[in-house]
């Protein structure tokens, strides 16, 4: 009986140890977890091609025709083949107007420049807000602050005798503008330009004489004998030329005497301004009759032959002499357009001086009462913000504003991968205004004729083939974003190793109803031949429908939605030496939530359009403390089967 009792007593304290010791291990446990930093999964967005797809099954098809339908709608601007013509693959069979997706290329081409020109815009300003100060600008702003305290120093010390005389000279000079020339009527101002205007006016007539005397010298009609030596070889080639000038003669001469008398008569000095307007008139009319007249002339010699008598040499001497009075009267217009012009400025400039004249006056006025109070503190005002912003230099761009910058430049790099997707899109419009042999074959039939308005999905022709065509059907949500000239790829469930290329040629615009399910049959032609395939075989087909080369993508775990919210998670400087997973990695600080934009995505990854970068770690799973402990106890004893190594991670849970 006694050893019965010291053996029940052996196993108490045995049970009570164990349980102690299992005590002490929980807590000992839980305190290392307390101290077990949280762990992530990241990775960083790539760049790649992102491709959407959708998939069917069927049997590749025993039929030999082809029902050619367009994907867009228009007038048929142009039909290439008739009915028996054989055509070769990617031969034009009819040209749809295509006008309005041409525009629409040319658009979105534009557009594609203009987010090309704000990108590298962005690129530069951000550029130039990592560097360093420029010494350019900083010595500008030490100089600007340097000026601003002399203005101060300067308002501060009160009224300068330097600007009170500098003052009184302005004011001294403005009322000189405004005194009246001997004339007695008008001012100085505006008779110098008046007299300026009259040795112009004399020097233009004689031009304008100089010119006329010259052309008639070549035409012979004031001076009979002038062109003896020429005259019937004159503008033989085309008589109208000379005749155009012979005909406005007399008006170009009458015009010359009459400016000629007015210019004359012009007096050098106070002549009445109503009279020089009167000759500037009179001048510009008689330029403006002269240029075309000379042209004439010059446009007879032109249409001239030489001879014995009258060689090439006097012929283009005649012709320079032409030209040379062209360009004298060109040079008078443009000297009397000036002239009239500096007479207006002085007639503006004196209306001006009457106001000026008031408010010197009320200027000279203030300088010598002193400086106003507000004006020394608008000054220091100034003195204080050239502080500032030669402190702003010296310190260097704001992180802020870089961070500002980076996003205004992931913003426009956005817009150009969407411009840049447009542009794709429209070039891809545009080619399928052009209706194309899907491969090599035999015109069966047309089914409308040139100018007709065909409309999207409506038979144009029937293409026999030889060419094995795929026939699937797709469901309704599938067969929606498919279309045709999109490319496939098809296997073979008879033929593993086998992969061909295709092109999906039509699309049934009217669906079949089989127990509620809608589908639409889908025909692709093989772009390669096989001789393997047999009519019938089951056939698997995987139909691109939208494709972004160049994408910035991330896997579909790494994006957070919460309603019209879409985020990712950031860590900032990750720790990746955590294990032998080099995929995950803890941090010191929590992660950040960034707001992201998305475009299209596939089953694995996600397309990223703007607030991620390709340097950004993002969480694609948050690992527990307890979790991550217990992988790494237990990883190295797990097996499956098949398998070579050990299973680690396979216990971990999702957090958030």
Do not use: C
Not at 144 to 173: C, V
Not at 478 to 504: M, W
Not at 630 to 642: A, L
């Amino acid at each position: 009986m006694f050893n019965v009792f010291i053996r029940l007593a052996a196993k108490k304290i045995v049970l009570t140890t164990i349980v102690l010791l299992a005590a002490i291990g929980v807590y000992w446990y839980q305190r290392s977890q307390k101290n077990e930093p949280t762990r992530y999964i990241v990775t960083h967005p790539t760049r790649g091609t992102l491709l959407l797809t959708v998939s069917g099954t069927g049997q590749v098809s025993g039929e030999n025709q082809i029902t050619i339908k367009p994907t867009v709608a228009g007038a048929v601007k142009k039909i290439f083949v008739k009915p028996g013509d054989a055509v070769k693959k990617d031969a034009i069979i009819m040209q749809i107007d295509d006008k309005i997706a041409t525009k629409n290329l040319r658009d979105t081409a534009q557009a594609v420049a203009d987010a090309r020109v704000s990108v590298d815009s962005s690129a530069l300003s951000l550029k130039k807000l990592k560097q360093p100060p420029d010494p350019v600008a900083l010595l500008q702003a030490e100089n600007t602050l340097n000026q601003a305290k002399r203005n101060l120093a300067k308002l501060q010390e009160g009224p300068d005798p330097y600007d009170i005389a500098q003052q009184e000279a302005e004011l001294a000079s403005q009322r000189e503008n405004i005194k009246i020339s001997t004339d007695g009527k008008t001012p100085n101002v505006i008779r110098n330009g008046y007299d300026n205007a009259v040795p112009l006016l004399k020097s233009t007539s004689q031009t304008l004489q100089s010119s006329l005397y010259d052309a008639d010298a070549i035409l012979g009609i004031e001076n009979a004998g002038a062109n003896d030596a020429y005259e019937r070889l004159l503008s033989v080639l085309d008589s109208s030329k000379i005749q155009q000038a012979v005909a406005v003669y007399p008006f170009i001469k009458a015009t010359v005497a009459s400016f000629k008398q007015t210019a004359d008569a012009l007096k050098s000095t106070n002549e009445d301004t109503a009279r020089i307007d009167a000759a500037l008139v009179d001048a510009d009319r008689a330029m403006n009759a002269m240029a075309p007249f000379l042209q004439h002339v010059y446009d007879a010699l032109l249409n001239t032959v030489t001879s014995p008598a009258f060689p090439q040499a006097t012929l283009s001497s005649l012709q320079s002499g032409i030209l040379t009075n062209r360009s004298n009267v060109a040079a008078k217009t443009t000297s009397l357009v000036t002239q009239t012009q500096a007479i207006l400025t002085a007639k503006a400039s004196y209306t001006t001086s009457l106001l000026q004249v008031d408010k010197s006056q009320a200027v000279l006025d203030k300088i010598k009462r002193g400086t106003d109070p507000k004006e020394i503190a608008s000054a220091q005002e100034k003195v204080a913000e050239a502080e500032t912003s030669l402190a702003k230099i010296r310190r260097g761009a704001d992180p802020i504003d870089i961070s500002l910058a980076e996003n205004a430049l992931a913003e426009r790099r956005s817009s150009l991968a969407s411009a840049q997707h447009k542009l794709a899109d429209a070039e891809e419009a545009l080619r399928s205004y052009a209706i194309k042999a899907p491969f090599d074959g035999l015109i069966a039939n047309i089914q409308t004729q040139e100018h007709d308005q065909i409309s999207s999905g409506a038979p144009v022709t029937t293409l026999l083939t030889q060419a094995k065509i795929a026939q699937l059907s797709l469901n309704e949500v599938d067969a929606a974003k498919v279309r045709s000239g999109q490319k496939a790829t098809l296997v073979f469930d008879a033929i593993p190793e086998l992969q061909i290329a295709g092109t999906v040629s039509e699309v049934d615009a009217i669906g079949t109803v089989a127990q509620g399910v809608v589908n639409y049959a889908i025909k692709i032609f093989f772009e390669t031949q096989d001789n393997r395939v047999k009519t019938g075989m089951s056939v698997s087909a995987a139909i691109v429908t939208d494709l972004r080369p160049d994408a910035l993508m991330v896997p579909n775990a790494a994006v957070r939605k919460n309603g019209e919210n879409i985020s990712a998670l950031i860590i900032k400087d990750p720790k990746t030496d955590v294990g032998a997973n080099k995929q995950e990695a803890t941090s010191d600080v929590p992660p950040e939530t960034r707001s992201i934009r998305v475009g299209i995505s596939n089953e694995q990854m996600t397309e990223i359009t703007s607030g991620l970068s390709e340097q950004d770690a993002i969480i694609t799973r948050t690992l527990d403390a307890t979790t991550a402990a217990k992988t790494v106890q237990t990883g190295g004893s797990i097996r499956i089967p098949g398998l070579g190594g050990g299973f680690g991670g396979g216990g971990a849970k999702v957090g958030r």
